[in-house]
């Protein structure tokens, strides 16, 4: 299992199994599908305990949106973690910084020659902006409706990629600004997480009065790292799809 | 009630599927792909949890954010990690070894 | 008083290393990281102790709790610190400042540095979360993060093979979190919170539970790589940059068992029958006995030792049976775990300085290729050195912390009248001994030395993995200290976990 690996355009239909036991292994999903349905039916739902306590303290929380609640104050460990796991992908992924004066280049240039095509142009200087304000508003509305920060990092990033695509904008991910910005969620997080611990003796714990505040900081911060580390990704795995193709022309 | 068995129903089968095709596919885009099945097929499960009646129970919701961006990330290292292979097998075209 | 103090440095296990991986990621440069580690490991080393001390202040009946943002559980998440998972955190802050201090020297190169220092920082970061976890779900991420840096560590190395074996490893992986994940959504379903203590004292057999028992096995399994799901390990092991592989056997499949362990005895155990018990056990003796055959067959001194892991990991599963066994008398249970509780910390150190060795050894001679090692005793003596010591733990030769394990684990299989498990772990020391003997042997053959390669390993690095060696040795003079230091630790809701008492 997990051993012959293809990834070349002319192996998509090659399986790792043998057609019996393609067969074989079908029967036996299906088998387990069925009883994994089965013991679903048979056995009730619990009450919504969980739903009825967040309403309860939703008031405590600083937030007015349920699930936003959830996220950034009962349980924003899990989202601390989440960041962290988008941060090792973003450190994998990161090139490496450049020998040549690095540090002073800006981390988004418009350097390149290419002039763009002026509808391209126009369209840009209305999309882009036009983006951030979208994310910046899914930002806010995230206290209070269905929004919050991984929605509006994923909204901005769509604004870098819309900038990066249309060629005469370039990312430097190897630039400290780039490192910066990446890690500001994380960061900002456990220094919130470490100050609250301060402030009520408990880790996490955010005083009722500044819990508002607090969270708006920790998810802007969050919003900033998420579409930039989004970003990264976009650019640089598609950097790796056209290398190749540079290479042997 | 109905309902909630077709989101469950629709879920198991989604991650029944997911599994099939994790194993079976030998090209990893479409392992990739499968496993992202997968994940849908759990937020699935989870989506019909969070549902009584009038009241939305906010944790799963939570929950199945958390897991997109997780899926996010390990799909973006797996893509990532097949790319850095094929610039490496690109520099050594024709090498027996590879 | 003191013990108080100390609970609340429990968050820290987590905000230490992520602190760290944060600053080393901003600042990228070399320099800063190698500073900032050496600081923070021992910071992590000093709370470890902290929480040791204090959890053997506490003789409370229940494992100690810490709820983040004040809310407690179910709503919000709690932290657990119980006996086990003390001496988890523990052997990891000890690991991580030997390996730290291994990898300043290893990872010279600057480019290679700022990509180590914050992925090693984020992986310790979910290592000690999933130790300290008490929330379902929170584990799940966890295990998302020493997954995804497992995998971002071991492409450092940068070569096909690692990237390969990297991007099994990472596909497996993600196979196993989400039937973790869907085996968690099925128990939310049905007892409505995510709390493990609560979700132990609400489980109750049935065809939902034992769904949901075998999902999140099945999950932790692949993680652990017990035998049929064992394939992934050893070209992962084996390609990674050598503190990667050691914390890799050390570490990273320990974690994913420290929660098998508490799925199967705590939170589902009503949900658990003797059969599957058993079932486990078997698959934990065909992997030692596979696993030595193996490693004994292979021709890279690196993918035997990786081989040896998963006969070595064999050996922790001997613990379902052996529990399933005691169902009458509790302290047969807590014999069998604290045994294994034992061999995790033998392994830990013995593989980690195998492992440390095998990569100098690597870096010496341009190779791993056993047959062509002729005389490299004479070339790198403290190497070869090591990775005997290492071995005799590793085989279970008295003095060592592996016999003391064995003896251990031994004792309870006959107490319990399991004599095929007996047989079983008799059998893996001696084919342990054949094929550690067959590498010494090559070693230690008199033909001309080896030509080295331009790269020689300081001799300072090989004295971090001789160092490694001989604390497993020591382990062993100290059986009864470290025992006792396992009784104390404060008596968990596990039954046989309370062997910590």
């Keep these: ?45 619990a009450a919504p305990k969980l739903a009825g306590l967040a309403a309860e303290k939703l008031e405590a929380s600083g937030v007015e949106n349920p699930v936003t609640a959830v996220l950034l104050n009962f349980r924003s460990y899990d989202t601390l973690l989440e960041i962290a796991v988008l941060l090792i992908v973003a450190i994998a992924v990161l090139p490496a910084r450049s020998s040549n004066a690095a540090g002073v280049a800006h981390f988004c240039s418009a350097d390149k020659q290419d002039v763009l095509n002026p509808v391209l ?69 456990i220094a919130v997480a470490l100050s609250n611990a301060l402030l009520t003796g408990t880790t996490l714990q955010y005083p009722v009065d500044y819990a508002g505040m607090l969270i708006l900081v920790v998810e802007i911060a969050a919003t900033v790292s998420i579409a930039a580390i989004l970003l990264l990704l976009f650019t640089e795995l598609k950097a790796m799809v056209d290398a190749p193709r540079e290479g042997r022309q | 009630m109905t309902q909630d068995l077709l989101y469950n129903a629709t879920g198991i089968a989604l991650f029944g599927i997911g599994v099939f095709g994790a194993i079976v596919a030998a090209h990893i885009i479409r392992k990739l792909i499968a496993l992202n099945i997968m994940g849908i097929g759990v937020f699935m499960v989870l989506l019909a949890t969070a549902r009584h009646g009038e009241i ?11 897991g997109i961006v997780v899926a996010v990330a390990g799909t973006a290292l797996c893509l990532w990690l097949t790319l850095r292979i094929r610039l490496l097998d690109d520099v050594n075209e024709g090498d027996p070894q590879r | 008083m003191i013990s108080s103090l100390a609970l609340s440095l429990l968050p820290l296990t987590v905000g230490l290393p992520l602190l760290a991986a944060t600053v080393c990621a901003m600042t990228s440069a070399r320099r800063w990281c190698v500073g900032t580690s050496v600081v923070f490991s021992l910071l992590q080393l000093i709370t470890a102790i902290m929480l040791l001390l204090a959890i053997q202040d506490i003789d409370a009946d229940e494992p100690l709790r810490y709820s983040l943002g004040g809310w407690g559980a179910p709503l919000g998440i709690d932290l657990v610190l119980n006996g086990l998972s003390t001496i988890m955190l523990l052997i990891t802050a000890v690991l991580v400042v030997i390996l730290s201090i291994y990898s300043i020297g290893y990872f010279a190169d600057n480019a290679k540095a700022a990509r180590f220092w914050p992925l090693w920082w984020l992986l310790v970061a979910g290592l000690n979360a999933a130790f300290v976890a008490g929330d379902a779900f929170n584990i799940y991420v966890a ?20 990237l390969m074996s990297a991007l099994r490893y990472a596909l497996v992986g993600l196979l196993g979190s989400l039937c973790y994940l869907f085996g968690v959504a099925l128990l939310y379903r049905v007892y409505g919170t995510l709390d493990l203590v609560q979700l132990a004292a609400a489980t ?28 992934w390990l050893p070209p992962a092991h084996a390609s990674a940059p050598p503190p990667v592989s050691a914390v890799l056997s050390a570490l990273v499949v320990k974690a994913s ?16 029958t003797d059969f599957a018990m058993n079932l486990l056990g078997l698959l934990g003796a065909v992997a030692i006995l596979w696993g030595c055959i193996a490693a004994f067959r292979t021709q890279r001194l690196k993918l035997l030792v990786a081989y040896s892991t998963v006969a070595q990991l064999g050996y ?40 440390l060795s095998a990569g100098d050894i690597q870096l010496f001679n341009g190779h791993d290729t056993i047959d062509k090692l002729q005389g490299v ?32 684990l031994l004792n309870a299989a006959i107490d319990s009248g399991h004599w095929v498990w007996v047989i079983v772990m008799l059998a893996g020391g001696l084919l342990a001994a054949v094929y550690i003997g067959r590498v010494l042997n090559v070693a230690f053959s008199q033909t001309t030395a080896p030509t080295p390669t331009t790269t020689r390993p300081r001799t300072s690095m090989s004295c971090i993995g001789l160092s490694l060696a001989l604390m497993a040795v020591l382990l062993g003079f100290n059986a009864e200290w470290i025992l006792q230091l396992a009784n104390g630790t404060g008596e968990s809701s596990v039954p046989g976990m309370g062997a910590l008492k």
């Excluded at chain 1, 036996?28 to 349905?37: E, F, N």
């Excluded at chain 3, 932790?220 to 799901?229: G, M, Q, R, S, V």
């Design chain 3, 204 to 231: 109750q057999a049935g065809p939902i539970t034992w769904a949901s028992l075998a999902l999140v096995s099945v999950g932790l399994l692949l993680k652990t790589a017990l035998l049929p799901l064992h394939f």
């Design chain 1, 121 to 189: 142009a126009a369209l840009l200087r209305w999309l882009v902006p036009l983006a951030i304000l979208v994310g910046g508003y899914l930002l806010w509305t995230g206290a209070y409706s269905p929004g919050g920060a991984f929605q509006a990092g994923a909204v901005i990033a769509g604004a870098g990629v819309a900038l990066s695509l249309a060629g005469r904008h370039e990312f430097l991910w190897h630039t400290t600004a780039a490192r910066i910005v990446i890690n500001l969620g994380l960061f900002v997080f």
């Design chain 3, 257 to 272: 068992f420290y929660l098998l362990i508490r799925f199967w005895l705590e939170v589902l155990a009503p949900a658990t």
């Design chain 2, 56 to 66: 939305t129970d906010p944790v799963p919701h939570a929950m199945v954010l958390t």
């Design chain 1, 1 to 45: 299992m997990f051993t012959k690996l293809e990834f070349r355009k002319r192996e998509a239909n090659r399986r790792e199994l043998p057609p019996f036991a393609v067969y074989a292994l079908g029967f036996v999903v299906i088998v387990l599908s069925v009883a994994l349905m089965f013991s679903v039916v048979v056995s009730g739902k």
């Design chain 3, 377 to 408: 005793a004479r070339a790198q003596p403290i190497a070869v050195l090591t990775f005997a010591i290492a071995g005799v733990s590793l085989i279970g030769l008295p003095p060592s912390g592996g016999f003391i394990a064995k003896w251990l």
């Design chain 3, 143 to 162: 295990l998302e993060m020493i997954g995804l840096g497992a995998v971002a560590l071991i492409a450092i190395a940068g070569t096909r093979t690692a």
């Design chain 3, 316 to 355: 922790l599963f001997l613990l379902f049976p052996l529990v399933a066994a005691s169902d009458s008398s509790p302290n047969l249970s807590n014999m069998a775990v604290t045994a294994v509780v034992y061999f995790i910390i033998a392994h830990a150190l013995a593989k980690a300085a195998m492992f």
